[in-house]
């Protein structure tokens, strides 16, 4: 068995920070490329930031950048989103994402393995 599981959701208010962990355990460990999505109510699911492990390479949506930092630890067991300057449009379900093939942040159907979500809720 293998999965992802999330932690760290949570509500604040807008200029806020929250950070979200998620940790890969069984056969699911080691995957390729690493990424956080998000799904607002009434929306469709949008990526957030992607990591290829073996290179740390990293990727983010233009919504997102210079506010959200996407890191995984040296074991590469937990992927980490800390998300700084919270606006009110960041509030959403949040999922960490884990697969083999191509490491995008656009496109969530690249992605085997996905994570039960956390909520993150941010108020003006």
């Known amino acids: 068995q293998g999965q992802l599981v999330e932690s760290g959701g949570g509500s604040v208010q807008t200029g806020g920070s929250l950070r979200l962990t998620c940790k890969a355990t069984g056969y699911v460990y080691g995957n390729e490329c690493m990424a956080w999505f998000r799904q607002a109510p009434g929306k469709a699911r949008e990526g957030v930031a992607v990591?290829?492990?073996?290179?740390?390479?990293?990727g983010y949506a233009d919504s997102v950048k210079g506010r959200f930092t996407i890191s995984q630890d040296n074991a590469k067991v937990t992927l980490y989103l800390q998300m700084n300057s919270l606006k009110p449009e960041d509030t959403g379900t949040y999922y960490c994402?884990?697969?083999?093939?191509?490491?995008?942040?656009?496109?969530?159907?690249?992605?085997?393995?996905w994570g039960q979500g956390t909520q993150v809720t941010v108020s003006s």
């Open positions: 994402a884990a697969g083999n093939r191509l490491c995008s942040v656009s496109r969530d159907s690249e992605y085997t393995y």
């Open positions: 990591i290829r492990t073996s290179r740390n390479s990293i």
